[in-house]
């Protein structure tokens, strides 16, 4: 699952980058968040098996 946030909101699948009005011949800095599972509500073991200290990087041009 791949989730992109700009401005610290979450961008959800039906917004294209269009709507939200981005500065033409700027550069704009999004992050993209990998999981791979959705955690389950309330749960804290999740949160403790999920600190693997993993990293990715993408560089869209």
């Not at 009005?21 to 550069?27: E, R, T, V």
């Not at 999981?35 to 200290?53: A, I, M, Y």
């Amino acid at each position: 699952m791949l989730k992109l946030i700009y401005h610290g909101r979450f961008i959800h699948g039906s917004v294209t980058l269009g709507a939200l009005h981005l500065p033409a011949g700027n550069s704009t800095v999004m992050h993209l968040v990998t999981r791979e599972t959705l955690p389950e509500p309330n749960s804290n073991d999740n949160l403790k098996k999920s600190k693997r200290g993993r990293c990715c990087h993408c560089t869209i041009c």
